[in-house]
């Protein structure tokens, strides 16, 4: 079956919501990521909080019209609880060289029936395509997972090693990706001007519990 990246366009995001956070419970509730339904709704509640942020970028994959993946980010900075806590485990010059200009690579998921067909791979290479930024950033379980893999291969390397994040009790490595000015292509256009649905903001987690 065909399988599209698509940039999701700024009228498409609030309808596509429902059919990520499905995709988000098919995946995160399943090892190593154990997580429960209050965890599926809290990522409900961040991600239109998330689409608010400047450079938000979202691609999913459409196998017909199923969505059975996506990745998403924003652009890091200061103020931000994740940005925050790295930075206070970073020297200057490394908050310099990986933080200051970066992307904020906030999640990465493939639905378990349709992995190892390259389409993992193919939304992290669309999503990360194009961007202005110099580096980007994800945090990620130390775990051998396969998101692992597909980071090294992708060129990532590691900046801290076992990170808990408050409130989390797994250890976490953060990645950094240099984009060494390479990176010019535009295939997955930043989505602007969303004007996202009401939510709660006191169940609002950010990113600090965002693994990639
Ligand atoms: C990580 C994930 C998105 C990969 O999706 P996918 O569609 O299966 O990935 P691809 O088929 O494009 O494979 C890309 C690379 O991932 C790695 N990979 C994928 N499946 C793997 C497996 N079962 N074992 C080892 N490595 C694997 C490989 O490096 C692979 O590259 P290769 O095919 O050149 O060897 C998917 O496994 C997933 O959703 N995992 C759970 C969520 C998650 O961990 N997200 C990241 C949080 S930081």
Redesign the pocket.
């Known amino acids: 079956m065909t399988v599209r990246i698509v940039p999701l366009t700024v009228t498409e995001i609030e309808s596509t919501q429902s059919a990520l956070v499905s995709v988000y419970r098919a ?2 509730t ?1 090892p190593p ?1 154990s997580e429960d339904e209050a965890d599926v709704q809290d990522f409900a509640a961040r991600f239109p909080d998330h689409v608010q942020r400047p450079g938000f970028r979202c691609c999913v994959a459409q196998q017909d019209e199923r969505i059975v ?1 996506f990745a998403y980010g924003f652009t890091g900075e200061p103020g931000d609880g994740w940005w925050d806590r790295v930075a206070d485990r970073l020297t200057d010059d490394e908050v310099e060289t990986w933080l200051d200009d970066c992307f904020a690579f906030a ?6 029936t ?11 290479d669309a999503l990360l395509s194009g961007l202005p930024h110099r580096t980007a950033v ?4 130390t775990d051998e ?3 692992m ?5 992708r060129g990532w390397v590691t900046l801290l090693d076992d990170f808990v994040f408050p409130g989390g009790s797994h250890p976490c490595v953060v990645m950094g990706k240099v984009f060494n000015g390479l990176n010019k292509r535009n295939e997955c256009p930043e989505t602007p001007n969303y004007s996202p649905p009401s939510y709660n903001p006191s169940a609002t987690r950010r990113w600090s519990n ?3």
């Open positions: 995946v995160f399943e990521y993946g999640e990465l998921a493939v639905i378990p349709a992995r190892g067909q390259g389409i993992g791979g193919r939304l992290h994800l945090s990620t379980f997972t396969p998101a893999r597909l980071y090294r291969k965002s693994r990639a």
